[in-house]
């Protein structure tokens, strides 16, 4: 059995197959951050208009460089929510249409379930129940995995999510985007304890975090001080240990909360090695295991809307609406 997977949620544009045997054999990522650059984040109509300038042609391409029929392919698995509603459409239309054309039905699927379950596309040993870190540009959520669509939410952002600070922070710096990577790049260059930056909402007992503060603080110390390159670069390293900081202190307390010992970590700021650094150090503690997925599937891909959809194929429908949720939680999934 084999699934298409259409990725539109926010600026990248990804595609894949999996194969039910072989599991991934075709995943290809058009990014569009040098669109978005200029204007330091994404821009969110500029972001669908180059999903529905590059879609179909990636689509065209991928049967042809990969030599797969497109009759084939069993089912279309799209990203149905959350994201942008416009990037969303883009996607689902598609999905609908070339789906109509091969008779074969559509998988609506969770953009933040497919990052959740990203690591169980290799880590075949990863089983039930863990808590899962999400950490994304848009995203910053402790989940409670117990199964397959059975998900609690523990704890989120109440503001800014952890990849938008990055980036807000990073553009600050001058940095170009995504923020993540250049500013944890500048990062290695800087003097730890130069500066003193807040851990926000680290002592406290629940599970929730805020970044707004320290990207306001963060923010003050920047327009006060001499834009030097060790200036800069001692401000990326102190504020890279700040964020991380609390996302390790948070997952722990996740952890012990629920007498869990492994712990799964998603979304485009799994990147950071630093913050790799520093759960590898703590799930040691607990004698457990911290779960990644590979580099190039860290980001919004297609592959793991399509491994999704693998999971998800029993609830295919040739239902031909064209069905999108900006805002669509992933408490409200039905488990399988």
Known sequence: MKILGIE?????????????VEGIIYNKLYSQSYFHNFYGGVVPELASRKHLEVLAILIKDMFVESGIDKRSIDAIA?????????SLLVGAS???ALAFSLNIPTILVNHME???????????????PFVGLLVSGGHTQLINAYDIGKYELLGESLDDAVGETFDKIAKLLGLSYPGGPS????????????????????????????FSGLKTFVTNIIKM????????????????????????????????????????????????????????????????QVFYPKLELCGDNG???????MLRFKESSYDLNISVYPKWSITDLKPI
């Open 183 to 210: 500013l944890s790049k500048l990062a290695q260059s800087g003097i730890l304890g130069t500066f003193n930056f807040p851990r926000p909402m680290i002592h406290r007992m629940d599970l929730n975090f805020s």
């Open 78 to 86: 799209y990203t149905a929510g959350p994201g942008l509603v416009g």
């Open 114 to 128: 497919g990052h959740l379950l990203t690591p169980m596309i290799e880590q075949k040993k990863l089983q039930f």
């Open 303 to 309: 592959a793991m809307i399509a491994h999704i959809g």
């Open 225 to 288: 001080k001499k834009h030097n390159f060790q200036t800069q670069a001692n401000i990326a390293k102190e504020f890279e240990h700040a964020v991380t900081d609390v996302l390790v202190n948070k997952s722990k307390r996740a952890l012990e909360q629920l007498n869990y010992a492994t712990l799964v970590v998603s979304g485009g700021v799994s990147m950071n090695s630093m913050l790799r650094y520093k759960l590898d150090g703590m799930i040691k503690c607990y004698k457990g």
């Open 8 to 20: 539109t949620s926010c600026d990248d544009t990804g595609i894949a197959i999996y194969d039910s």
């Open 94 to 96: 598609l999905s609908t």
